[in-house]
């Protein structure tokens, strides 16, 4: 779990060649991390006025891992959605988690939000957190991240 706090500290580099001064706001974020859930189970579409674009996705064991940068009408990316599939035979888990840019403020938030006993969603269990470490560092890696 510490390995997962200190990857995400690597995150104030997921700005992917972005302006710096392009940030994920509150709004956008709390979308991503709380609002967004309910949307899709109410069969509605994105927040007006974004899109998702999907980037990449990891199959890790029996999870899936999406990644889908968060664009506002202007096409700029504004956070980057990751989507946390649990796959079993008789249904599926699903969680939803979003890397803000240039908040560390905000990843601090999504980083507790792995940790047990949190205060966000307790049903994410440490086999999850685990694939979700190894697709952030591959997603980070393909997203030249690390090099820069």
């Given at each position: ?23 994920t706001?509150?709004e ?66 699903v ?13 601090n ?10 205060l ?19 997603f ?5 991240i690390l090099?820069?």
């Amino acid at each position: 779990m510490k390995k997962l706090i200190y990857i995400l500290m690597f995150c104030p580099l997921i700005t992917l060649g972005q302006n710096e001064k392009i940030t994920t706001t509150d709004e956008e974020f709390n979308y991503l991390f709380k609002e967004y859930k309910i949307d899709i189970e109410n069969g509605n579409q994105n927040k007006l006025g974004y899109t998702l674009e999907k980037i990449m996705q990891f199959n890790i064991d029996n999870f899936t891992i999406i990644y889908s940068s968060f664009k506002n009408n202007k096409g700029v990316k504004k956070a980057i959605l990751v989507t946390l599939i649990k796959n079993k035979e008789s249904s599926s888990k699903v969680f939803y988690r979003c890397l803000p840019i240039n908040r560390p403020d905000l990843r601090n938030k999504v980083g507790k939000s792995f940790m047990v006993g949190n205060l966000y969603d307790n049903s994410i269990g440490s086999a999850m957190c685990d694939a979700f470490q190894a697709s952030l560092y591959e997603f980070a890696a393909e997203q030249d991240i690390l090099n820069k």
